[in-house]
């Protein structure tokens, strides 16, 4: 049977090995790491990594990596111990993300890292597998975190950067560098012709999108012509964190953020609820199409959303820590 535990991660005993997904903790050696996607508190540098190309090229060209990753692709199958495989498929939560399946013993288990369940301008909805053991995260796994149509926020979000550009404001927005800071770039570029000026970690990032076939136009912050744009006002700016600019103009900041669907953020002069995460329907629906016999629920509103699970008859639990 495969044993499952909590302990900044997901760890996964099978056997003698263990399998860490999105972990740098433990020892290098013995143990496989699974990393589902390359947001900072789920890589790992060292050890036996596995993930898809875009999350290894991602891992390296934003935080730097120093080991190296082998590489899964979506539905690829690699064995990674004694009787035991794993199969990776989107998850789709950023560029590269992936939930992973693995098979032993008879059984069937899917971790699914960060999902997200709608399409998105960069990405394609999570696909969903039939499985025995599901491991889920639950950030946002509470019915008050039903976000808004996709489109909606998008129009709120070209709407106010139009806002501040009739007011002679540069609008800037604060957003994770690999991810939504593409989003967001994708958007002005498909519905307006306001230029994009990036900060350097979004620069980073949205070179391996380019790379992996995403059209984006943007600037990066160091280059002349950015800070031409800086300095007439007439640019949108993107950055993984607020920055001062070098600009005379006047900035105006939003958050992007699923929390902005109930939090107001201190210091913003906005905030628009879009995520990279599914909401609490998205979340309720991927359980349903994977018919697990038993759910483990970790992150956010895990002890709210086994909960919810098991009104609905699903045998689910907050997952151990050790
Ligand atoms: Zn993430």
Same mark, same amino acid.
Do not use: D, I
């Given at each position: 049977m495969l044993d499952v535990a909590f302990s900044g991660g997901v760890r996964i005993r099978h056997g003698g090995a263990t399998i860490l997904f999105d972990s740098a903790d433990g &020892?290098?050696?013995g143990q496989v790491r699974l990393i589902s996607h390359a947001h900072s508190d789920h890589?790992?540098? /060292?050890?036996r990594i596995f993930a898809t190309p875009a999350t290894a090229k991602l891992m390296k060209a934003v935080? #730097?990596?120093s080991g190296k990753a082998k590489t899964i692709k979506y539905r690829q199958t690699v064995r990674i111990g004694d009787g035991l495989k794993v199969k990776s498929f989107n998850?789709?939560?950023?560029?590269?993300s992936a939930a992973f399946n693995l098979q032993g013993d008879g059984c069937s288990l899917t971790y699914t890292g960060d999902i997200n369940t709608v399409e998105t301008l960069t990405t394609k909805p999570a696909e969903s597998r039939k499985t025995d053991i599901l491991i889920i995260?639950? /950030?946002?796994?509470? &019915? #008050?975190?039903v976000f808004p149509p996709r489109h909606q926020t998008y129009a709120r979000i070209v709407k106010w950067a139009l806002e501040c550009l009739s007011d002679g404001v540069i609008p800037a927005f604060k957003a994770y560098s690999i991810g939504k800071s593409q989003e967001l770039i994708k958007l002005f570029n498909a519905y307006t012709t306001i230029p994009v000026v990036v900060g350097p970690y979004v620069s980073r990032a949205s070179e391996t999108y380019v790379e992996f076939g995403q059209k984006l136009d943007y600037l990066p912050s160091v280059e002349s012509d950015a800070l031409r744009l800086l300095a007439s006002g007439g640019c949108v700016y993107v950055d993984s964190q607020v920055r001062r600019m070098l600009t005379h103009r006047r900035v105006r900041w939003a958050f992007v953020s699923g929390w902005a669907l109930h939090h107001r953020y201190g210091g913003g002069d906005a905030a628009f609820p879009l995520s990279s995460h599914a909401d609490y329907n998205g979340l309720m629906q991927y359980v349903e199409e994977t018919e697990p016999e038993k759910t483990y629920v970790f992150h956010g509103f895990s002890d709210y959303f086994a909960r919810a699970l098991r009104r609905r008859g699903f045998d689910a639990q907050p997952l151990p820590s050790r």
């Open positions: &020892p290098a050696h890589v790992a540098h /060292t050890g935080w #730097s990596m998850s789709g939560h950023v560029l590269g995260e639950s /950030t946002y796994g509470h &019915p #008050s975190y």
